[in-house]
């Protein structure tokens, strides 16, 4: 059951920019570690940028002063602005909500994201 909303992927050339949005009407953000993952056909998904409730953020080493994950929990919704896009950021991208305390994981749908020219 999907209980995460991905939005704002498509096609983009490389070197150019797309933001991500998750959001949710079912799962309350501000108590949990919001991450985005991505997947290519026959890899595992990878964490790609995280940001804990307190705002303390990380990325995978490939996105680095690239990408940038944010949240407004006001809006319940966590971006990931990409920029410099390349064509090796191509994959499905998925929003995750995580706490500790109770175990509790959800992901969203997944989104495309293709960098090509």
């Known amino acids: 059951q999907v209980q995460l909303v991905e939005s704002g992927g498509g096609l983009v050339q490389p070197g150019g920019s797309l933001r991500l949005s998750c959001s949710s009407s079912?799962?309350?953000?501000?108590?949990?570690?919001m991450g985005w993952y991505r997947q290519t056909p026959g890899k595992q998904r990878e964490l790609v940028a995280r940001?804990?409730?307190?705002?303390?953020?990380d990325y995978a080493d490939s996105v680095k002063g690239r990408f940038t994950i944010a949240r407004d929990n006001a809006k319940n919704t966590v971006y990931l602005q990409m920029n410099s896009l390349k064509p090796e950021d191509t994959a499905v991208y998925y929003c995750?909500?995580?706490?500790?305390?109770?175990?509790?994981?959800?992901w969203g749908q997944g989104i495309q994201v293709t960098v090509s020219s």
């Open positions: 995750n909500a995580y706490r500790v305390i109770g175990n509790l994981d959800y």
């Open positions: 940001i804990t409730n307190y705002g303390s953020t």
């Open positions: 079912k799962v309350i953000f501000n108590d949990k570690i």
